[in-house]
């Protein structure tokens, strides 16, 4: 099998970073839109649930990827060994998953707000999304 090199860890960590950033962001302006409702339903606890996770999946993929790029970059004052990257590494993976599962959940609940219709079709794109990006990542 071939090692992969801490330009190509740097790299991805630099990509990771920059959607992590976007999509934490956007939950939390949806945390911070549901915060100002004055609804208080079963399901708008549960979407402020899928995009509070969603906002602290995003937030440790970031810190967790922060981590990695620091490592891996030139200049790094320490001496850094492929194990010190595990950690960060099996975080942020981790951590971006579970964000996306998250960022789908609650937009797929986001149509149930509207109606039975609407909350069918959010369900299913949401659905479908999620099969799509498991795909596009293998």
Known sequence: MTEITFEYWNKLAD????????????????????????????LFKKIMIASTLAACFFLVTVFAMTNLLMKTTV?????????????PRVA????FFMGIISLITMISLAGWTKSKKMGIFTTVIGFLTLVF??????
Not at 82 to 87: F, P, R, T, Y
Not at 92 to 95: A, C, E, H, L, S
Not at 133 to 138: G, V
């Open 133 to 138: 990006i498991l795909i596009m990542l293998t």
């Open 15 to 42: 990509q990771t970073i920059t959607v992590s950033s976007l999509l934490g962001g956007f939950s939390i302006a949806v945390i911070a839109n549901l915060l100002v409702s004055e609804m208080n339903t079963r």
């Open 75 to 87: 200049g790094y004052p320490f001496k850094v060994v492929e194990d010190d990257l595990l950690l």
């Open 92 to 95: 942020g993976v981790i951590g």
